[in-house]
């Protein structure tokens, strides 16, 4: 076993990762030391203690501060992904002491979040009243590093191919177009047939600039020879994108289940504008190597189902997938 190996299986106590994530958080050692009810030597020398048993530095003082090296910001991913893992678990045990469900932490992006994760969780809380579900909106950019240090059980959204990693297990589940939506009371819902040209002249909120949908709308507006709208947010926030559609009165690109569920509510008018664009389909992505609960494959599950009713031939076509 090598030096490395053995402190990893052998050396390191939680105290030690805790004082490497704080170090990587505070990037100070008197405020680490702050965080963690320590004094401020006590937590230099668990650092050079630390080291002593790496080998190597894993961070850098200096009056600015602390910074952590190349190594340091590897151990303290590891760090934090271990101190999640500990804490999910002590969670799990208490709820099952206390006649609870367990603790269920899911990333959503705007495309799944209306009808596919809401449902499932619905149907997830009338089975285990006493889970706890924790949802956290975002765009890949901001979920695939939560959930590569266990911060996230997994993730529901399209499954974005420029972020493909070994690391990953996805699995599809439906295909999901956009549509062109407007507020109620924008000009542009009363046009019977709104052309591109007329659409490029209104502020829009948009996908971030890596998504799919973003790229291929930016190629329809090239489609037809027109540069993609100059007046521009860019947001992958339900309630952000919301916001601006009815106080800016912005034009938005969503997926159409977004669309139809801003109709139900009297939100949003979908405007008659084809777009045919094909996009990655919308499904689960999780760490392979992951912690896997039974909460957690519960509401999978689910997920699974409302996607199946949703879609008829969905269960047929779902398939499993490394990305590469």
Same mark, same amino acid.
């Given at each position: 076993?090598?030096?490395?190996?053995r402190?990893?299986? #052998?050396?390191?106590k939680?105290?030690?990762?805790?004082?490497?994530?704080?170090?990587?958080?505070?990037?100070h050692?008197?405020?680490?030391?702050?965080f963690? #009810?320590?004094t401020?030597p006590?937590?230099?020398?668990? !650092?050079?203690?630390? &080291?002593?048993?790496? %080998?190597?530095?894993?961070f850098?003082?200096?009056?600015?501060?602390?910074e952590?090296?190349?190594? %340091?910001?590897?151990?303290? +991913?590891?760090?934090r992904?271990?101190?999640?893992?500990?804490?999910r678990?002590? &969670?799990?045990?208490?709820?099952?002491?206390?006649g609870g469900?367990?603790?269920?932490?899911?990333?959503a992006?705007v495309?799944?979040?209306?009808?596919l994760v809401?449902?499932? *969780?619905? +149907?997830?809380?009338?089975e285990?009243?006493r889970? *706890?579900?924790?949802i956290?909106?975002? $765009?890949?950019?901001?979920?695939?590093?939560? !959930?590569?240090?266990?911060?996230?059980?997994?993730?529901?959204?399209? !499954? &974005?191919?420029?972020y493909?990693?070994? $690391?990953?297990?996805?699995?599809?589940?439906?295909t999901?177009?956009?549509?062109?939506?407007v507020?109620?009371?924008?000009?542009?819902?009363? *046009?019977?047939?709104?052309?591109?040209?007329?659409?490029?002249?209104?502020?829009w909120?948009?996908?971030?600039?890596?998504?799919?949908?973003?790229?291929?709308?930016?190629q329809?507006?090239?489609k037809? +020879?027109?540069?993609?709208?100059?007046?521009?947010? &860019? #947001?992958?926030?339900?309630?952000?994108?919301?916001?601006f559609?009815?106080q800016?009165?912005?034009?938005?690109?969503?997926?159409?289940e977004v669309?139809?569920?801003?109709a139900?509510q %009297?939100?949003?008018?979908?405007?008659?504008?084809?777009?045919?664009?094909? !996009?990655p389909?919308? %499904?689960?992505?999780?760490?392979?190597?992951?912690?896997?609960?039974?909460a957690?494959?519960?509401?999978l599950?689910?997920?699974?189902?409302?996607?199946?009713?949703r879609?008829?031939?969905?269960?047929?076509?779902?398939? +499993?997938r490394?990305?590469a």
């Amino acid at each position: 076993m090598s030096d490395i190996d053995r402190v990893l299986r #052998s050396n390191l106590k939680l105290k030690h990762l805790q004082l490497v994530v704080a170090l990587d958080q505070f990037r100070h050692l008197g405020r680490a030391a702050e965080f963690l #009810s320590l004094t401020q030597p006590a937590v230099s020398k668990s !650092l050079v203690e630390i &080291e002593r048993m790496f %080998g190597l530095p894993l961070f850098v003082r200096s009056t600015r501060g602390t910074e952590p090296t190349a190594y %340091g910001e590897k151990v303290a +991913r590891f760090a934090r992904s271990v101190l999640a893992d500990y804490a999910r678990t002590r &969670e799990d045990i208490a709820a099952i002491g206390s006649g609870g469900a367990g603790h269920i932490r899911v990333g959503a992006m705007v495309v799944a979040t209306p009808s596919l994760v809401a449902p499932a *969780v619905a +149907r997830l809380k009338a089975e285990s009243p006493r889970c *706890v579900v924790s949802i956290e909106e975002g $765009d890949l950019s901001r979920l695939l590093p939560r !959930l590569r240090v266990a911060e996230l059980d997994f993730i529901v959204g399209r !499954l &974005e191919p420029g972020y493909a990693a070994p $690391d990953l297990e996805t699995e599809a589940l439906y295909t999901e177009s956009m549509a062109v939506v407007v507020a109620p009371d924008h000009a542009l819902a009363s *046009v019977r047939q709104p052309a591109w040209a007329l659409l490029a002249q209104h502020p829009w909120v948009v996908p971030p600039a890596w998504a799919s949908s973003r790229i291929k709308l930016d190629q329809m507006f090239y489609k037809h +020879r027109l540069d993609p709208p100059g007046d521009i947010i &860019e #947001s992958a926030s339900f309630l952000m994108t919301l916001t601006f559609l009815q106080q800016r009165h912005c034009v938005a690109f969503v997926a159409s289940e977004v669309a139809r569920h801003l109709a139900q509510q %009297g939100l949003a008018v979908t405007l008659p504008v084809a777009v045919p664009i094909e !996009l990655p389909p919308v %499904g689960l992505l999780r760490l392979r190597t992951g912690l896997r609960t039974p909460a957690g494959d519960r509401l999978l599950d689910l997920l699974r189902q409302v996607a199946a009713e949703r879609v008829p031939h969905a269960a047929a076509k779902r398939s +499993r997938r490394r990305l590469a």
